[in-house]
């Protein structure tokens, strides 16, 4: 991107409301919940069933879709491989504002590069970066097929589809892992009483 890093003669405004008031107002820890897998694993079902959650206990959380957030914030943006990469740049970004804000961000996208997902964990402040993997396999995810789009990747109709004929880092060090039990996978729910339990346990869900 020609235009980064452009910026010169640039000043950091102080706000005198800081995210320890904010924080304080919620009672709770601003963090970011970082959703990272194939396509069809479960990231935004998982996503939305977190934040519900969070909402029922009175805690607020957003969500930030891949999915969602290329009708506008990254419209501009394909999936050539310097393209992903700007795409969670961007994401980590607005993720990190709203951590600062003092929510509970929940972002789901594929992220399929471990430098990409390992940059946004190093934009955020006392590790408060929480990396989910859905260690669902392959077959999994193209057995669901959602959206048809495994179908068309293998026709070739889609090139450079995640999975398919573009790679998947898996995270080498992720806060939690969700996989199958016994060749079944666990639902939604379950899944997320996990993460908000992580969230619990670690002190986010309060001040
Ligand atoms: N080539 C290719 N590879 C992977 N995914 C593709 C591709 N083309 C379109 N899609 C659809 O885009 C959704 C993934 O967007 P993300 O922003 O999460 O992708 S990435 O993190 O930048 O890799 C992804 O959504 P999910 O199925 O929810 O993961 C797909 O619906
Ligand atoms: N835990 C689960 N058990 C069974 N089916 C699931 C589960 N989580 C998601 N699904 C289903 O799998 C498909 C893909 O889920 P989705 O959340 O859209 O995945 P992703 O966002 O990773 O592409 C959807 O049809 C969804 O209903």
Redesign the pocket.
């Known amino acids: 991107m020609s235009s980064l890093n452009n910026s010169t003669n640039i000043f950091w405004q102080e706000c005198p409301v800081g995210k320890v008031e904010r924080q304080k107002l919620l009672n709770q820890k601003g963090c970011v919940v970082w959703i990272t897998?194939?396509?069809?694993?479960?990231?935004?079902?998982?996503a939305c069933t977190v934040s519900r959650e969070l909402h029922s206990k009175g805690k607020l959380s957003y969500v930030l879709d891949g999915?969602n957030l290329r009708h506008g914030l990254n419209k501009d943006l394909g999936f050539k491989p310097e393209d992903r990469t700007e795409n969670i740049r961007r994401v980590g970004e607005v993720a990190k504002l709203f951590a600062d804000s003092g929510l509970i961000c929940i972002a789901?996208l594929i992220s399929p590069y471990r430098k990409d997902r390992d940059a946004c964990r190093a934009m955020l402040p006392d590790s408060n970066f929480i990396e989910v993997f859905?260690n669902m396999p392959l077959e999994l995810c193209e057995s669901?097929d959602?959206k048809g789009l495994y179908k068309l990747a293998r026709a070739g109709k889609i090139k450079g589809f995640t999975g398919i004929d573009d790679p998947y880092e898996p995270p080498l060090n992720c806060e939690i892992k969700l996989q199958q039990e016994n060749g079944v996978?666990?639902?939604?729910s379950a899944?997320a009483g996990q993460v908000v339990s992580y969230l619990e346990d670690q002190g986010y869900l309060q001040c």
């Open positions: 897998g194939l396509s069809g694993s479960g990231k935004s079902t998982l999915d789901s859905m669901r959602a996978c666990p639902t939604p899944m």
